[in-house]
């Protein structure tokens, strides 16, 4: 397995409280890695850190043998590590494929502003993103609501949409926060479907925080547990569901039950 992620013994600080205390592991090419652990046990704040939306107070986070953290999250993106927009991102009264469109502009030399008021670039753009929207929007299974508004889809469509959104910035490594939340069981197991085809049909890594365990079990190839900021296991869903200290943390906390 050669790495394109390397999480380096990351701390993270928050005045008094440690949300991440030096934690290392390493991601596979082409791997799909789910970060797991109770409420609070510092997920967010790890993936925050690989993507640069938050400093690490100490260690560090490459990606391809290259230094990522702490650069802008933008720069982050553009290498190729990228974090799926949250829905807060869609544009409400923009279609599905306009929404997709602008997210190709939004990666692109030419500016949103181009996209708006029609600069030469981003007119010389605007057929390749187009294109570019259509593969992604029937890669994803949306053509039949290619042109309904943002604000009309139900949450399973608007979660497709924010993927389609962020496969529009073209990533090596996706993080997805909580892909299946809120979804029911058809849902989830489409989503698993579509996880998988990102990384065996486009070469994508994949990286995800969940709470939803039988799918983590079903989507993982590996998983890492987090417990008050440690790391206190790391293997495959079969080792980490026989793990003393994995089924310790979870019988202590609200969340449900390691098991599938
Ligand atoms: N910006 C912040 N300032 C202060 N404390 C924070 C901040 N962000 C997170 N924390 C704290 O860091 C700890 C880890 O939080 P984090 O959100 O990373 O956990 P989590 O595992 O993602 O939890 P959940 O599963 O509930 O989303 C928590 O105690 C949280 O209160």
Redesign the pocket.
């Known amino acids: 397995m050669s790495p394109i992620l390397q999480i380096r013994h990351v701390t993270k600080r ?1 005045d008094g ?1 440690v ?1 991440n205390n030096d934690i290392s592991f390493e991601v596979g090419e082409r791997e799909i890695l789910s970060v797991i ?1 109770p ?7 790890l993936f925050k850190m690989i993507s640069s939306f938050l400093r690490t107070t100490s260690g560090e986070v490459l990606f391809r043998g290259a230094r990522i953290s702490n650069l802008s999250p933008h720069a982050v993106a553009r290498k190729g590590v990228v974090r799926t927009f949250q829905e807060t991102t869609i544009f409400r009264s923009m279609t599905v494929r306009e929404n997709v469109i602008v997210a190709h502009h939004l990666r692109a030399r030419a500016s949103l502003a181009g996209f708006f008021f029609g600069s030469s670039a981003a007119r010389a753009d605007e057929a390749a993103f187009a294109a570019s929207a259509d593969e992604i929007i029937g890669f994803l299974g949306l053509g039949a609501i290619a042109d309904e508004l943002a604000s009309n889809l139900p949450q399973g469509h608007l979660r497709a949409l924010g993927m389609a959104i962020g496969l529009a910035t073209n990533p090596t490594v996706l993080l997805l926060d909580e892909p299946f939340a809120g979804m029911n069981h058809d849902e989830t197991m489409r989503m698993v479907a579509l996880v998988r085809r990102l990384r065996d049909e486009r070469g994508i890594t994949v990286l995800l ?1 969940e ?1 939803d365990m039988p799918a983590v079990m079903k989507i993982s190839d590996r998983i890492v547990v ?1 417990n008050f900021g440690e790391k206190i296991a790391e293997g495959t869903p079969a080792e980490i569901q026989a793990n003393e200290r994995v089924i310790e943390a979870y019988l202590g906390s609200e969340d449900a039950a390691i098991g599938m």
């Open positions: 928050f409280l949300a652990g409420n609070g046990a510092g997920k967010s704040t925080v709470h987090l």
